[in-house]
């Protein structure tokens, strides 16, 4: 059944080479990961500092410090400090939907530009905060600059970046995220020990300066040449910027492909309720599939929750910090290997590759809790430092798969005309599952204890077996051909064959 499951590209590849001039605008346009990286690291950071917690959640500051009764899996359970983390991605959620309109109607730009603004603003009234009300609002407009950059970023890193490099560039952005991640837990580190107890406002705040250099950065990028191309009729001028970018005058192949992938996205006037048509079944299944397990490998509980964690097996506050700093540069150190691996390897090794490292990890973390952390004192330093070695190798296998590739997959697999709605869905789908992750994660970990792992585990279980038998390998195929992979695969074939359509449906056989 297995067989024909991973397909070879066509072996077409246009002209061109990187370029300094893309190198340096793909650099601007994937440092927005490094705010949502940064947001993730600092959330986990602050909300694990004795004063941050004191001044806007008492209750939890009175179970960790004074509650000897609560067990240790429900000293954090407060569905306010859930709201803090997760209000963030509920509100980036409602504005990706209003980012792909822009997008798509304006271009990739400005929805770079309005992100970063966004960003700005929320890090600064985030700051400031000196109550429950302004901290929430300032983490919507965080939210909002979330929701516009993480559904611009991506399509423009794969729009800019030559084919048979696009997995490289794509991962650029996930780099990014570790990069902002590393750099929180590293503040936070530092700002737990100011005294007087105010640290937490320059960890919030520091948020503004990677979203000034984007926003700054943004006004000097250039458009894509496909959004050019689809937004308005100057065709010179989107040849012309082509063969900049490519670094070469003979990009007559490319530009025609995107071209006619513009007619046929002028054509969609309502690119949502398109994509529901049969035809893009694969891609809108992947779109959902694809952000929805990677928010169900759990890594995001490690990146929120990381401090808190190590708190409830018994690590200091500062010890607690210390851990998540080393785990966050592990990550980045396997994301920054993914980039030598991703165009010589494919996708879909290295899905399987971190699958497995997760699941092995997850299964003996839970494990190690189960056996070795009751509800009451704390793990002995031998297992404590196990768990942090396990979370390191459940961390390294994400670094490899899910974490760059989740990104990578979902912005090279639509076709031009309904690319700004699928990424959308993308977008809306790894934010709702952020949002309910961090929602409930606290709850369940009261709730579940150790078994927590073993449930996260049981879903990489589900999405390695899904990718084996439904993901085709996009390695090396130029992204506007990439719609004869799904003709060409035993299932999602039927999809294409039954549209019965030349232009539409045809797949070009190699």
Not at 176 to 193: H, P
Request: one cysteine or more; proline letters at 3%; charged letters at 15%.
């Amino acid at each position: 059944m297995a067989v024909g499951v991973a397909i070879k590209d066509d072996g077409k590849q246009y002209n061109g080479k990187v370029t300094l001039f893309v190198l340096l605008s793909c650099m601007v346009a994937a440092s927005g990961g490094i705010i949502f990286g940064y947001d993730v690291g600092v959330s986990g950071g602050v909300t694990s500092m004795e004063p941050f917690l004191k001044n806007f959640f008492p209750g939890v500051y009175i179970k960790m410090n004074e509650d000897t009764k609560t067990s240790n899996y429900c000293k954090f359970d407060s569905q306010l400090l859930t709201t803090f983390t997760s209000s963030l991605y509920i509100a980036g959620l409602i504005a990706s939907f209003f980012a792909s309109l822009v997008t798509r109607d304006y271009g990739r730009r400005p929805s770079i530009i309005i992100g970063g603004l966004a960003y700005m603003f929320g890090a600064a009234l985030g700051g400031a905060a000196y109550n429950i009300y302004m901290l929430i609002v300032g983490r919507v407009l965080l939210g909002i600059g979330l929701g516009f950059t993480n559904q611009s970023v991506p399509l423009y890193l794969s729009e800019m970046a030559p084919s048979k490099y696009r997995g490289a560039f794509n991962v650029a952005f996930q780099i990014c995220v570790s990069i902002g991640y590393n750099t929180a837990t590293l503040i936070n580190y530092g700002t737990v020990r100011i005294k007087g107890g105010w640290g937490w406002r320059i960890s919030l705040a520091m948020a503004g300066v990677p979203a000034l250099v984007l926003a700054f950065g943004a006004l000097f990028l250039p458009e894509t040449p496909s959004s050019l191309i689809q937004i308005s009729n100057d065709h010179d001028k989107a040849k012309k910027l082509l063969q900049k970018i490519r670094g070469t005058n003979d990009v007559h192949e490319e530009f025609n492909d995107l071209i006619e992938a513009s007619y046929a996205s002028k054509a969609i006037k309502h690119p949502f309720k398109n994509l529901m048509q049969r035809k893009y079944r694969p891609q809108l299944i992947m779109s959902i599939a694809i952000p929805f397990f990677q928010q169900i490998t759990g890594i995001n509980v490690i990146s929120f929750y990381a401090p808190i964690l190590f708190l409830t097996i018994g690590s200091g506050e500062s010890a607690s910090l210390m851990s998540a700093t080393v785990t966050g540069i592990v990550g980045s150190t396997f994301t920054l290997i993914t980039v030598l691996l991703v165009d010589k390897l494919g996708r879909r090794p290295l899905f399987h590759i971190g699958g497995i490292q997760m699941f092995i990890s997850q299964m003996l973390i839970g494990g190690i809790m189960a056996t070795k952390l009751g509800d009451e004192g704390s793990m002995s330093k031998e297992y404590a430092l196990a768990v942090l070695i396990l979370i390191c190798v459940y961390i390294s296998g994400f670094g490899l798969s899910w974490g760059p590739l989740g990104w990578v997959v979902t912005s090279e697999i639509f076709p031009l005309e309904v690319r700004s709605a699928g990424q959308s869905v993308v977008v809306a789908v790894n934010l709702s599952m952020t949002f309910i992750i961090a929602q409930v994660f606290l709850a369940m970990l009261c709730h579940l204890k150790s078994g927590i792992f073993f449930f996260f585990g049981a879903w990489v279980v589900t999405m390695s077996v899904f990718v084996y038998f439904f993901l085709p390998e996009t390695k090396g195929i130029p992204i506007e051909k990439m719609d004869q992979i799904w003709g060409k695969h035993f299932f999602w074939k039927r999809f294409i064959d039954s549209n019965g359509d030349e232009e539409n449906g045809k797949i070009v056989e190699a």
